[in-house]
Nanobody, 114 residues
Framework: QVQVVESGGGSVQPGESLRLSCTAS????????VGWYRQAPGRQRELVAL???????NYGDFVKGRFTFSRDNQKNTVVLQMNGLQPEDTAVYYC????????WGQGSQVTVAS
């Protein structure tokens, strides 16, 4: 069982930045695939960024260089730095871990509005 805990999120104006953090339990963290998904009202959950155990990070097409994913295997932590946020980025953001099964964080609300 992996516990996934998120922090960060909030409300910002267009063009501003936010940082999401996620910590996952377990001694095998470096072997996890870890990433972020988001879900806006009335829409399906979509990939934001996913980092595999090979080290590759895949981003959703909408990211367009605005978001940066990083992970620290020593601290069992991943961070999503989001710059240039726009109203269409408003969603609940979920940290995701894939190990023996899929694990999800509790969700963090990100609201972008002027």
């Amino acid at each position: 069982q992996v516990q996934v805990v998120e922090s960060g999120g909030g409300s910002v104006q267009p063009g501003e930045s936010l940082r999401l953090s996620c910590t996952a339990s377990g001694t095998m963290f470096s072997y996890y695939a870890v990433g972020w998904y988001r879900q806006a009202p009335g829409r399906q959950r979509e990939l934001v960024a996913l980092n595999t155990r090979s080290g590759q990070t895949n981003y959703g097409d909408f990211v367009k260089g605005r978001f940066t994913f990083s992970r620290d295997n020593q601290k069992n932590t991943v961070v999503l730095q989001m710059n240039g946020l726009q109203p269409e980025d408003t969603a609940v953001y979920y940290c995701y871990v894939r190990w023996d099964t899929d694990y999800w964080g509790q969700g963090s609300q990100v609201t972008v509005a002027s």
